[in-house]
């Protein structure tokens, strides 16, 4: 599912608004201007959260996101 979603992100965004960085487990990790944090959230968030048939029924995955400016111990939610 995340690597659908990476795909559809990666075809989509702007290299120069958004940089995919890594991607571990439940998690992608990316590197954005202090000024497109929530647009590139916004953006991410609809492409994770797309639907996925599971035996018939269309169900979606709720995503979390949540950033910082200086280290992991400092992030804060974003709420969209």
Known sequence: IINSALIR????YDPDVLHILLQVHDA???????????GTA???KHE???PIKVNGRDIVIPVEISYSTKSWADMIDVRI
């Not at 992100?9 to 989509?12: A, M, P, R």
């Not at 992608?28 to 929530?38: L, P």
């Open 42 to 44: 916004q953006f991410v």
């Open 9 to 12: 992100i990666y075809d989509k």
């Open 48 to 50: 994770m959260e797309q």
């Open 28 to 38: 992608i990790i990316w590197e954005a201007r202090d000024t497109e944090v929530v």
